[in-house]
């Protein structure tokens, strides 16, 4: 019975929404105490310059935690508003920002500010003006709109003004790029460049219009991976599997939906798939490139969740939560091999009450080697366990 499922229960519950808004808020709380080393970390590695010596100035290092989070509250709501106007997900609205805070709440690191939450904010604003476009006789104001955000965050991360391409090609998709049209998108690019270039004359400092540009045209080492950090492998690890898997619900179960809905899944299919590209091509953008990726990650996974009720699909749903069934014998927070990992049983009671086709755990630990101790196998019995690094 779909009901009885973890996963129904989730996805159709109305305090799902309300209990993360809760316990993401009291992560955030604990992790300013808990941490407080990296509030002193104002020089990120990869920011666009333009950007650094303005947040410095505008807020204190203290502020960041705050800023951050009302910008990543302000994109769920409009995650709900972008799904209520243009009903991507048939059923329940607030899965996908349920989802998207789960997300950034488990990456500490995104609880600062970075130039690519604020990029977050206004694409998502710009690929709601792009939505409103589509099949319109007369589009040119939806994408001078939809533009005109995708300048104004190009200012701050000019690595944005690169998804004008993309925005360009699903505007023609949707049917709605015509020579008025493409005018109007340039027109909106082009504004907040007219305005920052009447800044800089005004006050003899060119050099502030010229930064954005200087900035986009600087490459660093393409395909340099080793540059990133272990979490944001996990996390790019983690969010490839669970796009891959609700892409191809989208396309496989795509007859289900109306063609509006199918050509706005495909948008984000094709965005999240360019993302990943742009962070394998530039992986020092990776931190500013993340919001955005799990914002339209978090649609797609949403659509997934929601609308499937299949014994495989609960136990996917419930693969989130291995991460709680892992302790050390040694109590130290790294396992120092796989003699020092021990699944908790009690939940493995739970799992096999589910009856899981398959168990699939990910690890971010490079010092762990990828089998598994056979008790856990036994534990199960008919249920395979496949263990797996990331590294």
Not at 100 to 107: G, Q
Not at 248 to 261: L, N, Q, S, W, Y
């Amino acid at each position: 019975m779909r009901n009885k499922r973890l996963q129904s229960q989730v996805t159709a519950g109305r305090w799902t929404l309300p209990a993360v808004i809760f316990i993401c808020a009291l992560c955030w709380v604990l992790t300013y105490f808990l941490f407080p080393g990296s509030i002193a970390s104002t020089v990120l590695e990869g920011s666009p310059s333009a950007w650094q010596p303005a947040r410095d100035f505008l807020l204190p290092g203290w502020a960041d935690r705050i800023v951050s989070f009302l910008i990543y509250a302000t994109i769920g709501y409009f995650l709900i508003e972008l799904n209520n106007q243009f009903s991507i997900i048939r059923m329940r609205a607030s899965m996908q920002t349920a989802i998207y805070f789960l997300f950034v709440t488990v990456c500490l690191e995104m609880h600062l500010l970075y130039a690519g939450d604020i990029a977050a904010l206004v694409s998502l604003i710009s690929i709601y003006f792009l939505f409103r476009s589509y099949q319109q006789s007369h589009a040119a104001g939806y994408l001078f709109y939809s533009f005109l955000f995708i300048g104004m965050g190009s200012i701050i991360f000019p690595q944005l003004t690169v998804f004008s391409i993309l925005w360009i090609l699903e505007a023609y998709r949707f049917q709605s790029l015509t020579l008025r049209s493409f005018c109007g998108a340039l027109l909106g690019w082009m504004l907040p460049y007219w305005f920052l270039f009447g800044h800089a004359f005004f006050y003899n400092e060119m050099d502030l219009f010229y930064r954005p540009f200087i900035e986009l045209s600087t490459f660093g080492e393409a395909f340099h991976l080793q540059t990133l950090q272990s979490w944001e492998l996990a996390i790019l690890g983690y969010l490839l599997v669970l796009f891959i898997v609700s892409a191809v619900h989208c396309i496989a179960a795509g007859f289900e939906d109306k063609i509006r809905t199918r050509a706005y899944l495909q948008f984000l299919i094709d965005l999240t798939i360019f993302l990943f590209l742009l962070i394998a091509i530039q992986p020092n953008y990776c931190n500013d490139l993340l919001p955005l990726l799990m914002i339209s990650n978090s649609i797609l996974i949403g659509h997934f969740f929601v609308l499937t009720n299949s014994k495989s699909s609960n136990v996917f749903f419930i693969i989130s939560l291995v991460s709680l069934i892992i302790k050390t014998h040694s109590n130290q927070e790294k396992p120092v091999g796989v003699w020092d990992m021990e699944f908790n049983l009690n939940v493995l009671d739970k799992l096999k009450q589910l009856n899981p086709i398959a168990i699939f755990v990910v690890s971010n630990q490079p010092d762990i080697p990828a089998k598994l101790h056979p008790s856990a196998q036994l534990h199960l019995y008919s249920a395979p366990i496949m263990y797996w690094s990331c590294f």
